[in-house]
Structures are given as C-alpha cells and as structure tokens.
C-alpha cells in the first residue's frame, strides 16, 4: 500500500491503494510513518516526493476503516490518522498531486513543504461536510498559508477547490500540465536536492521556526541558524 522508490538524492514515496483512491486506513498510515521516518534518518536521501497512484492523490481517511475501528481513538497527544503530520518533515518534502486531495489526505498535502498539482487535482476538506473532524493540522497549516479568510472559505464551504483556484492562492506552489504531477515534483526534488545543504537547511528550519517567535527573536534564530557549525 506505500512504495517507496530512490531516485538519486531523492526519495519517492507513493500512496498505492487505487482502488479505494488512495484512502488511507490504520495499516497504511502506519506503513507511511515508517516510510518517511527511513528517508529521515538516510544520511543519502536530501528531499521527498509524495504522490499518489492511479491519478489521485489521497481521497483522504478511510471511512469503512474508521467504522471497522481500524484507527486509534483519537485523543489530544496521541498520533494523529495520518500519524507524521504533528511535526514537520525533517527533510524537503514535496507533494505530486493528482485528482482527489480531500481530508486527510489534503492535510497530508499541506504537510509538505511544497506542493505541485497537475489541472486535475482538486483540495478541500470534504470531511467537515460528513461531521468528521480536522486532526492532521489542516485548520493550523492552511491559514499560514493562504491567509484566514481564504482558510474559512475552503473550511467553513467544504467545498472542493480546484487546482487553478488554488494556485494563485499560493496552495499550489507549481501547477501542471494532467498527468504530469510526479515528473515536475521529482524534478523540482532534484534540484532542491543538488543545493549545498548547510546554508539550504538552516534558511528552511528558519522560515518553519520563525511562526512562534516575536521578530526580534526570529531574526536572532536566523542567525543562530545560519551561522552555526
């Protein structure tokens, strides 16, 4: 249910579950956990790719896995359904998106640092429109980066966004051409991935730790960053 392929400095992870649209259920989540914590602790592998099989990213939670008691009784300080999304990556991560990215796997997508989706890929939070809440850090994530009211009218709509909207939003980082998702995220990887990692992963932990300080202590962090051994 989660391949995993090297491409050079870059470590390609697929949701492989087609046939539910790449919904995720307990076992997977699991298998994804462990696949990502593999390509953080690799010395070799400098970014990640996220994609999807079969022309969709991720369709989100599995509803009759949840129903079937598949996941764990979500509470405050356990793991969240899709179990890597409390923290932030340790490396690069870019999400290749295709069709559906609804949910949790749209959570997952907003986990990435980056996003590249084809014309075909649609977001939202298609969950809230079924009673179920937000656990992966969609309400957390989502506004830091399109702004609260463009973070409402996604949350608030339940609505599907399509890839076109959303890209100037600044959700999309990259938008391309149907079916081309993976190749353009592989290839923006690899280019990540080639930079000098020094200077490249002390600007990036920067810009993620900078959130919750006051501005003065987030400029001193950058140069702590910057400018340690």
């Known amino acids: 249910m989660i391949r995993t392929e090297r491409r050079g400095a870059v ?3 697929t949701l492989d579950r087609p046939e539910r649209r790449n ?3 307990g076992p997977m989540a699991e298998a994804l956990a462990e696949a990502v914590g593999a390509a953080e602790r ?9 994609a999807g099989a079969g022309g969709t990213f991720c369709a989100g939670n599995d509803l009759k896995a949840m129903a079937a008691g598949d996941f764990p009784v979500p509470t405050v300080d356990g793991p969240p359904p899709m179990r890597v999304t409390r923290t932030p990556p340790a490396k690069p991560v870019i999400a290749a998106i295709e069709g559906y990215c609804f949910g949790g796997g749209f959570e997952l997508a907003l986990w990435a640092d980056l996003r590249v989706a084809s014309t075909t890929a649609e977001f939202g939070t298609l969950n809230l429109g079924q009673g179920l809440p937000c656990l992966d850090a969609a309400t957390v994530r989502l506004p830091r980066l399109v702004g609260q009211g463009r973070a409402l009218d996604i949350l608030l709509t339940a609505r599907r966004v399509p890839a076109e909207e ?6 999309v980082t990259r938008l391309a051409e149907a079916g081309r998702a993976a190749e353009e995220a592989l290839a923006l990887a690899e280019a990540v991935a080639a930079l000098p990692p020094g200077a490249l992963e002390a600007a990036r932990q920067s ?7 006051p501005e003065g202590e987030a400029v001193r962090n950058e140069a702590r960053l910057a400018l340690q051994p």
Do not use: K
């Open 207 to 213: 810009v993620l730790e900078q959130w919750s300080l």
């Open 11 to 13: 470590q390609l992870i």
């Open 42 to 50: 690799d010395g070799d592998v400098r970014a990640v790719v996220l």
């Open 23 to 25: 919904a995720v259920d």
């Open 166 to 171: 959303a890209h100037p939003w600044g959700l």
